[in-house]
């Protein structure tokens, strides 16, 4: 060490893109041995700041000095040569190669055989199983990426991160497909590198979860530095005021929204994959919103495709308006007014190279068909830019490619492509995920209005204080089966808790 009391200190770096300034002269010092979150609303220039340090950008103005020396890097390689990690926000893994050569990519170990280098890899094995091992992952090195969950995928990264003994790891909303074990061994994890001295800094929109891990917390807000606070003096309220510039004394908007007769009725679903959902029985009404709670592997999300004809079933009866549906296709759902907001943006939402727009009208190219089979540009240009102003989405334009939007403004764009469909009965798959505070009551407001009008919502989330704030009713899963349908006015964390862990024996 260098007598300093920082690991990492980043001066007044500033970094604009084409119609947006994301940083604006950014201070932040990090200590080493410590949890350093960062935090502040989607498109608060997080994800920028981390990527300047990372190699990725070139900041256009500023400096970072690590370890007591100015660095500057050009690339990501030689971030990590210097000692800094990073976890990204999208997960980007090659799916069509094994976990450990996922693992070691661009570092294979390699052994020569006279003039030729050969990629070694049984070491790579070997190696990989001891990471796993040491971190308590139960991951398998030989399996294809493709194979595994998002959330064994994000355990990768996290190892990957680790392996490399950096002294800054960056985790950039690490847990947000993580099992609530995992981030249990995520936060082990953590503490034990924050014990060897590493530093990390920890991006995430959950409060709860910051408080509960971090030593200081750094407030960002467009674009510029708000404050550093120590994390045991501050409190939810006090970060969302931070963040969002006033009081949010209210998370939730006003219900006003009366749920009316049956609009979707499904019988004794099962789903034609083994150990999936089965027995599966739920009415929805018009005007309701039905939560689905669960743990991580309750198989909701798999329920709710195979409602969207995305997955097959194997046996069961979906009645809409009181007529018995067949919907094989995602086609064939649209077409009885169904839609869908999936819960990964990467695998199956977003089309990173296309805009704003296009994103915005792709589930809906039937609607902007003028009569000659003509794309009616006006009304495509209206709507998207309507959606925009509607959610707020943070983009300079309706042009601007989507893969520049933050990752919360990304999610906002797949709400609005399904709102878009005006569906009858709007499935929503962990709608606010990545989302902070503020662009949250932004979608909570939208879907007591959609309810409001007729529709019927279903939603699945995983956080309680959103189950509870919004839902009429709420269905809890576990393992493939329903547990309980509670009343939204009278259930209580404890008992969603309880019946997400009651497992069903045949
Ligand atoms: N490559 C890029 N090109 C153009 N604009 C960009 C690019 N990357 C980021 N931006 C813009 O910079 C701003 C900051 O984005 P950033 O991704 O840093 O936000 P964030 O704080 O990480 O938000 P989130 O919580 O949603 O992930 C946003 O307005 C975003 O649209
Ligand atoms: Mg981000």
Redesign the pocket.
């Known amino acids: 060490m260098n007598g300093e009391p920082y690991i990492l200190r980043i001066k007044d770096v500033s970094k604009a ?2 119609g ?1 300034v ?1 940083l604006d002269k950014v201070s932040i010092d990090v200590r080493p041995g410590s949890v350093h979150a960062l935090m ?10 981390m990527k300047c340090l990372f190699g990725i950008y070139d900041p256009d103005s500023g400096e970072v000095i690590l370890d007591g020396k100015p660095v500057r890097f050009e690339n990501s390689r030689q971030a990590l040569d210097a000692g800094i990690s990073m976890i990204h ?1 999208e997960l980007l893994p090659i799916p069509l190669r094994s976990v450990s050569e996922n693992l070691w990519l661009g570092r294979f170990p390699q052994y020569k055989v006279g003039p030729f280098n050969f990629v070694d890899h049984k070491k790579m094995y070997r190696d990989s199983v001891a990471l796993f091992k040491d971190l308590n992952m139960d991951i398998d090195p030989t399996v294809w990426v493709r194979e595994l969950s998002a959330s064994k995928i994000q355990s990768i990264e996290i190892a990957k991160a680790v392996s490399n003994r950096a002294k800054v790891i960056i985790m950039d ?1 690490p847990t947000s497909s993580l099992t609530e074990h995992e981030v249990t061994q995520l936060f082990e994890i953590i503490r034990r590198l924050r014990g060897e001295g590493v530093a990390i800094i920890y ?1 995430s ?1 959950k409060i709860e979860e910051i408080l509960a891990i971090s030593d200081e917390v750094s407030i ?1 807000r467009d ?1 510029k530095h708000v404050g550093t606070y120590l994390a045991n003096e501050l409190t939810t309220d006090r970060i969302i005021k931070y963040m969002v510039g006033r009081d949010l004394s209210n998370r939730f908007p006003p219900k006003g929204n009366v749920p009316g007769e049956t609009i979707m009725e499904v019988q004794n679903l099962k789903s034609a994959k083994f150990r999936s959902f089965r027995d599966v029985s739920f009415t929805l009404r018009r005007g309701e919103i039905l939560g689905i709670g669960g743990l991580v592997g309750a198989q909701r999300t798999e329920l709710v495709e195979s409602i969207f004809g995305l997955r097959p079933l194997e046996s069961g009866h979906i009645f809409i308006k009181g007529k018995e549906v067949v919907m094989k296709t995602p086609t064939q759902a649209k077409a009885k007014k169904l839609a869908l907001v999936t819960e990964e943006r990467r695998a199956s939402g977003i089309i990173p190279m296309r805009s704003v727009k296009d994103n915005m009208l792709l589930a809906n190219i039937k609607r902007y068909v003028g009569p000659l089979g003509l794309l009616s540009e006006k009304q495509g240009e209206r709507d998207s830019i309507e959606k925009i102003k509607a959610l707020n989405v ?2 300079p334009g309706n042009k ?1 490619l989507i893969r ?6 990304q999610q906002k764009v797949l709400v609005a492509r399904w709102l878009l469909t005006e569906p009858d009965i709007l499935i929503m798959d962990e709608p606010t995920r ?1 989302i ?1 505070v503020g662009a949250k009551y932004e979608i909570y407001s939208i879907i007591i209005d959609l309810a409001k009008q007729g529709k019927g919502i279903v939603m699945i989330s995983s956080e309680m204080p959103e189950l509870l704030g919004i839902s009429d009713r709420i269905m809890v899963m576990c393992e493939g089966r329903v547990t309980g349908i509670l009343d939204g006015k009278s259930a209580t964390q404890e008992e969603i808790m309880r019946l997400a862990a009651k497992f069903i024996d045949d």
Do not use: C, W
């Open positions: 893109f084409p947006v994301a502040g609303e989607n498109g608060a220039g997080k994800s920028t700041l926000q909303e991006i929109h960002m674009g943070k983009t601007t520049d939007l933050s990752g919360g403004n990545g902070d």
